[in-house]
């Protein structure tokens, strides 16, 4: 059962274009999580998905910013218009339902906005 | 305000020295706590969990705590090694639907040789 994979692992893009982040959790895990870091700080919440449905998008800028987590595939984390300020480290973790459940982290994407 | 609150926000011991990192919460209702470990460039590793009827649990040189009526969780290191430098994350569980995970900022230890 390989762990929660993120691709790409690095991604640059211009001004303006958008990003793609992808995430496929471990096999069995219906709950994925979606946070940003960027350098130097702590992870900030952006959203909580269950298979097909948002549970939680509080943290997740109101514009540029999707994310889907379909029936079949992996979760994608869209940023349409990318502006430097969206340079960081995006990490996605995953967990089967439950509350004592352990949620696993990916190696992140690190984004860099030129 | 967070509702989970770490202290220090850094940290720099000298080799083979013990130190402890805390976590103060107030997020309710409370499902369990989990320490996690973060290396420069890397995904956070999950060190310990500890849920509402534990005190104490240890991992190793690792030692976590929990006092449920103060709400407060603390993480012991002992005999400090230079592979022990990285971030410490607290991260509360909502017992709630949503099963929500929150974040505390970290504690950013640094050991040196």
């Known amino acids: 059962n390989a762990g929660v994979m993120q691709n790409p692992r690095h991604l640059v893009r211009r001004r303006g274009q958008e990003a793609r982040l992808r995430c496929s959790p471990m096999?069995?895990?219906?709950?994925v999580y979606w946070y940003r870091q960027l350098p130097e700080e702590g992870l900030k919440f952006m959203v909580y998905?269950?298979?097909?449905?948002?549970?939680?998008e509080s943290g997740m800028p109101k514009e540029r910013f999707s994310a889907e987590f379909p029936k079949e595939g992996p979760s994608i984390l869209r940023i349409q218009q990318v502006v430097r300020g969206d340079s960081a480290a995006y990490f996605c973790?995953?967990?089967?339902?439950?509350?004592?459940?352990?949620?696993?982290f990916g190696q992140g994407t690190r984004l860099t906005v030129v | 305000k967070n509702q989970v609150e770490q202290s220090p926000q850094s940290l720099i011991i000298l080799e083979g020295k013990n130190c402890t990192l805390q976590?103060?919460?107030?997020?309710?209702?409370?499902?369990?706590l989990r320490w996690y470990k973060q290396d420069t460039g890397r995904g956070p590793v999950s060190l310990t969990i500890?849920?509402?009827?534990?005190n104490t649990k240890s991992n190793g040189r690792y030692t976590a705590t929990l006092d449920a009526d103060t709400k407060q969780s603390s993480l012991h290191i002992t005999a400090s090694q230079l592979s022990d430098s990285a971030s410490y994350i607290c991260?509360?569980?909502?017992?709630?639907?949503?099963?929500?995970?929150?974040f505390g900022s970290g504690t950013r230890l640094l050991v040196r040789p």
């Open positions: 973790a995953s967990s089967p339902t439950g509350a004592q459940t352990e949620a696993f």
């Open positions: 096999k069995g895990h219906s709950h």
């Open positions: 998905l269950q298979k097909e449905n948002i549970i939680d």
């Open positions: 976590c103060n919460y107030t997020v309710s209702p409370f499902s369990n």
């Open positions: 500890m849920t509402f009827s534990e």
């Open positions: 991260v509360v569980r909502k017992a709630d639907s949503s099963y929500k995970l929150i």
